[in-house]
């Protein structure tokens, strides 16, 4: 099984910051896939550094050609794909995360009596974030090809969750260029996929998760 390494050692925030997008949202399909989003959101991410700070534009930079040569359209496309698949990724993760609760011993879970949670339950639950009317189409348009995944999609949930009330509405410039965010959603997916391979009930084949780890200092 290969792994995914972010490594904010040798790649600067934002090549990191894309890579672990463009996983998260394409974790199924081919690496050639991921690597034209990725650049895509390299030549967005430059973009937005340039109108944070219009100076650094101003001056030499250590930047990959192929970022710049991305075409306005490949990067809408790319962009427009992608914010709709984090759409998805983004209600599988809010699924998840009442599995991974019980896995771990939530209380309200633990009550007597209580069944197990089902996938369908759990699709009712967000249906109304869906578009979606019926929660097989849930599970089968958003949960199923969510799970290579999954446990990104629950960190970013969880990671969302904590820090929106305090800093607002997040968008993809936060995974791009803050260190710290990106260090948080990682470490999280790690321990998500910790608790499903841990975990013999959840509806999650440990081994179809995709690796992810933060490169060693």
């Known amino acids: 099984m290969s792994v995914h390494v972010i490594d904010l050692n040798r790649f600067a925030v934002y090549e990191a ?4 997008l463009s996983v998260l949202a394409y974790p199924g399909d081919s690496e050639e896939t991921r690597a034209g989003v990725h650049a895509s959101l390299c030549h967005h991410a430059l973009r937005v550094i340039c ?49 991974l609760k019980e896995a771990v011993g939530d209380p309200v879970a633990e009550l007597p009596n209580r069944p197990r949670l089902s996938i369908n339950q759990m699709a009712r639950l967000v249906l109304d974030d869906t578009g979606q009317t019926d929660p ?3 599970e089968t348009r958003i949960w199923r090809p969510s799970l ?3 446990h990104i999609a629950s960190a970013f949930q969880v990671f969302l969750q904590l820090a929106e009330p305090e800093m ?15 260090e948080c959603v990682v470490r999280a ?8 391979a841990q975990s013999g009930g959840l509806p999650i084949d440990p081994a179809r998760l995709i690796a992810i780890r933060l490169a060693d200092a």
């Open 17 to 20: 910051g894309a890579a672990l």
């Open 51 to 99: 109108e944070i700070g219009p100076d650094w534009a101003l001056f030499p930079q250590r930047i990959k050609p192929i970022y710049a040569l991305r075409t306005s359209r490949e990067v809408k496309q790319d962009l427009r794909t992608l914010q709709r698949r984090l759409r998805d990724r983004m209600v599988a993760g809010r699924m998840a995360i009442g599995f």
């Open 136 to 138: 097989e189409n849930v």
């Open 148 to 150: 290579p995944a999954i």
């Open 168 to 182: 607002g509405k997040l968008g993809l410039e936060t995974f791009l260029l803050n260190r710290s965010a990106i």
């Open 189 to 196: 997916a790690e321990y998500h996929a910790s608790i499903v």
